[in-house]
């Protein structure tokens, strides 16, 4: 008896296609198409002269080391039920924000999120970025209103903050450079590590409540010409104590909260 039951749960299984491969990803050839599981770019798509959002996606986009490129007025990836991956190689271009959700999304392996009139990527929920750029975008280079985690991402030249966060940024072995606003600026905790390097931004480096650097660089920031003027800006901005640590580097700190310096970076 305990055999039979044992038989007829495997059948079961089997029947229900629980052991079924992943259907393959299903091209993307067409301006605001809706992708749900994997879809892929079999070639550039142009979709800058359409209303709506270039793709919608639930799920997965392979880029395939093509170009997609978005109306200025709508976004070129709109992640419509949960997170999203964005996968590289390839280019998101010419929308307003470049992928946003109103969950998560991850953007990765190569992929390159540029020329967007708004937010580079812009999540509700955890933003990733790894292995990827994301460049010179109108707004900020990733905007999440709950936390990004970036690893061995390059943000550099977007008009706004490199990266913004409502709770914790957490960057890894990544470059934050010529950003028009803050590198890395956090309501909670900005964090710096393995490596990153932040530089020559508009106004502080990396701003939190709690700002740290862990073997990495904050230098060359407070670019922008109203630095020391009507703004102060500083490589490292913490209303807390800065955790400077390792073999981490930076020009100059300040204390938004009281004002002066922490004393922790060479030219305080």
């Known amino acids: 008896m305990r055999i039979i039951r044992a038989l007829s749960v495997t059948t079961a299984i089997l029947v229900s296609g629980s052991f079924a491969f992943a259907a393959p990803p299903i091209p993307v050839t067409t301006c605001g198409q809706v992708v749900k599981g994997s879809g892929q770019l079999v070639a550039d798509l142009d ?9 919608h996606l639930t799920g997965t986009l392979l880029l395939n080391g093509f170009v997609l490129t978005g109306a200025p007025t709508s976004d070129v990836v709109r992640c419509e039920t949960g997170a999203c991956r964005v996968v590289g190689p390839g280019t998101v271009t010419g929308g307003a924000d470049g992928v946003r959700s109103d969950g998560g999304a991850r953007v990765e ?4 999120i540029t020329g967007n009139t708004g937010d580079g990527v812009r999540t509700d929920k955890t933003a990733k970025v790894t ?6 975008n109108g707004g900020d280079g990733v905007r999440s209103k709950k936390a990004a985690v970036l690893n061995g991402a390059n943000i550099l030249d977007n008009s706004g903050d490199g990266v913004r966060t409502d709770l914790t940024a957490t960057v890894k072995a990544s470059t934050v450079s010529g950003n028009g606003g803050n590198g890395i ?6 964090k710096a590590m393995k490596g990153s390097v ?3 931004n508009g106004f502080d480096g990396i701003r939190g409540i709690r700002a740290q650097l862990h073997d990495s660089t904050a230098t060359g920031n407070a670019t922008d010409a109203t630095c ?14 800065p955790k400077v640590k390792g073999t981490s580097t930076c020009g100059t700190s300040r204390n ?8 922790v970076c060479s030219n305080d």
């Open 198 to 200: 932040v530089t020559g």
């Open 256 to 263: 938004p909260e009281l004002g002066g310096t922490w004393g």
């Open 185 to 190: 600026d956090s309501d909670t905790i900005a």
């Open 109 to 112: 392996a190569g992929a390159i």
């Open 131 to 136: 292995g990827a750029t994301v460049s010179a």
């Open 47 to 55: 979709c800058s002269a359409n209303v709506g959002e270039a793709v």
């Open 228 to 241: 020391g003027i009507t703004d102060e800006c500083a490589d490292v901005a913490s209303d807390l104590f």
